[in-house]
């Protein structure tokens, strides 16, 4: 199966796409370059937006606009004029040392919103990164520590298992946990997938209707899919070393869009489209991404 570039996007880091159905459009962030783009799958049309902080990861708000986990916190976000994402800050993260953002992250079935911390400098692997909750109070609850790169973030279709990576090179694993739907706690995490002898390491996710989890294989090139216990299922091949998040979209979900990284100081010559927009048809379909409730 042969991967189509949507887009020579050349993104830095190109995550989180999410397919709004509304307007049948892709959007998805560069975490360096602070933006958000939108393409539209009817015309091509491609725009972005800036925002005062690198964004890790977005979710669309039930009442309009987008929740961004950024640097500083959570904010409500609006497209404005002039190129500009426009918003304010709803909560803030108490990170355990400086030099930390958010990065993956996304709502659960019922729209309650979580996402996770890393320190910037990978370098050092330590693990005071953390997945936090987005409490009704407003508040950023911690309800996962000890992470070093949280990754892979994803639910089942009946939302009673919760799926989280650490892409980390010392780390290499996925995690499940059961997930009570009704007050968003978790509890029995076990080990779901051990990435260290696979191709890759374990970065965003997605899962499909049948409850298969898709995880992009970062520096091999690959999507892995494996079923709900654990095992591999197969793996996709796209024209890049370092896919970073994959999603469905487009009209009947069953196009997974992934999005990649374009490294600095890097000899790029048998990747010429890193940090594109890529696509594949696998076969199957996706779910729709839930809203944030306010």
Not at 176 to 183: L, P
Request: charged share 20%; net charge negative; glycine share 12%.
């Amino acid at each position: 199966m042969n991967a189509e570039l949507v887009l020579d996007a050349r993104n830095a880091v190109g995550e989180s796409p999410v397919w709004l159905p509304s307007e049948q459009a892709l959007y998805w962030v560069d975490i360096p370059a602070r933006k958000l783009y939108r393409w539209q799958a009817a015309s091509g049309r491609v725009d972005h937006w800036t925002a005062p902080e690198m964004i890790g990861c977005i979710a669309p708000r039930a009442d309009g606009g987008w929740l961004c986990a950024m640097e500083s916190g959570l904010f409500q976000m609006q497209t404005g004029e002039g190129g500009l994402l426009e918003g304010t800050r709803v909560a803030t993260v108490a990170h355990s040392r400086r030099g930390m953002r958010f990065n993956d992250g996304r709502c659960d079935r019922q729209g309650r919103f979580r996402a996770g911390t890393m320190l910037m400098d990978m370098a050092p692997g330590l693990p005071v990164g953390a997945l936090y909750s987005y409490e009704s109070s407003g508040e950023l609850k911690p309800i996962v520590s000890g992470l070093v790169v949280p990754n892979g973030l994803a639910f089942s279709p009946d939302g009673r298992t919760m799926y989280l990576s650490d892409s980390h090179p010392q780390v290499q694993r996925i995690w499940a946990f059961n997930y009570d739907t009704e007050t968003g706690a978790t509890s029995g995490r076990r080990l779901f997938v051990d990435m260290m002898p696979l191709p890759g390491r374990p970065d965003g996710a997605a899962v499909d209707e049948d409850g298969c989890y898709w995880i992009c294989g970062n520096d091999a090139g690959v999507i892995h899919r494996f079923t709900p216990a654990g095992k591999l299922d197969r793996s996709l091949r796209v024209p890049v070393r370092k896919p970073a998040m994959c999603a469905f979209g487009g009209p009947g979900l069953d196009t997974l869009y992934v999005t990649s990284i374009r490294p600095d100081n890097v000899d790029l010559s048998d990747q010429p489209l890193a940090g594109g927009l890529f696509a594949l048809r696998p076969g199957v379909r996706g779910l729709p991404e839930p809203a944030c409730i306010p």
